[in-house]
């Protein structure tokens, strides 16, 4: 075990569906060797599975419940209004709260997974990163029930509908943030796990443009933010795991491989970590 005398440590998970999942591997390695962090920033799925985290579950368990929870089943609960409120929007009250699928089946699956759990009632603190659909700024959430945290940092534009928070419409954290080291500010080092998002490379579609778009979006984004943490002297290190094959967002059979592949990074990285948690500010990727 290894003793830091560091003010205040983060470990913060970034978005990517399925691939987020790493972070298991990541937290594994981490507690394994002394280096706990003080508290959890998540992102989208990154804060679903550092909810687990945040609960105290071993691996094993976080990823038996994983299984369970993220899966393709919850993208295919169709919504029949949505085709009729895209084609004639006015008369089917098309709204700020429109959605392509039905939300209950991700709902049911969270409420079984965290129950009535508070966020502030966690042993380790966890802080959910979302979008404020109206002003589109990223807000922190770091109180009330965890299934609503999660299904505001989940809620995919178009996707799944906006959820409410304190009467804001929020949405997906990815939007404004999708590696929110921002919402770690406070601490005196920064261990962030992230991934970039895949730019297709066969354009057939009109669905396979808008992921090239959005993509390329999501990617600049994300290295603007990371800058930004390191010109203000952020201690930061990101661990991005290399994955040797395309994983879905909803690849649920790949998450044993995913969860490998964090741990198999965070080990390679640890001379690193070390190294950081008593050197001067610099970004750090792996």
């Known amino acids: 075990m290894h003793d830091f005398s560091h003010p205040k440590l983060a470990l913060v998970l970034g ?25 959890i920033v998540g992102c989208s799925a990154g804060a679903m599975f550092g909810a687990l985290i945040s609960m105290g579950h071993a691996t094993p368990d976080a990823l038996k419940i994983a ?11 169709y919504r029949w209004r949505a085709i009729p409120q895209m084609l004639w929007p006015k008369l089917s009250k098309f709204d700020a709260d429109f959605s392509l699928r039905d939300d209950r089946l991700i709902r049911n699956r969270l409420e079984r997974a965290f129950g009535e759990v508070k966020l502030e ?21 770091r109180s009330g029930r965890i299934i ?6 989940i809620a995919m534009p178009f ?14 954290g990815f939007v404004s943030d ?11 080092t920064v261990i962030a796990m992230g991934f970039n998002a895949p730019m297709p490379q066969l354009i057939n579609g009109p669905s396979r443009l808008l992921a090239q778009v959005t993509s390329a979006m999501t990617n600049n984004l994300m290295n603007a933010k990371l800058e930004a943490a390191q010109s203000s002297g952020m201690r930061l290190l990101r661990i991005s795991p290399k994955l040797e094959r395309r994983i ?39």
Do not use: C
């Open 67 to 77: 299984t369970t929870l993220w899966t393709s089943e919850v993208t295919r609960q």
């Open 159 to 172: 996707m799944f509908a906006p959820h409410h928070v304190e009467e804001r419409r929020v949405i997906d």
């Open 178 to 188: 999708p590696l929110p080291v921002s919402a770690a500010s406070d601490a005196h």
């Open 15 to 39: 978005s990517g569906g399925v691939r987020s999942i790493a972070a298991l591997g990541v937290a594994e390695v981490l507690w394994r060797e002394g280096i706990a962090p003080d508290f």
């Open 148 to 153: 609503d945290a999660l299904r505001a940092s």
């Open 248 to 286: 879905g967002l909803f690849d649920t059979e790949a998450m044993p491989y995913v969860v490998e592949e964090g741990r198999k990074a965070t080990e390679a990285m640890l001379p690193t970590i070390f190294k950081l948690l008593n050197a001067r500010p610099q970004l750090i990727a792996a």
């Open 121 to 141: 009632d966690l042993r380790l603190p966890l802080r959910v990163t979302a979008t404020d659909a109206v002003s589109g700024d990223a807000i922190v959430i």
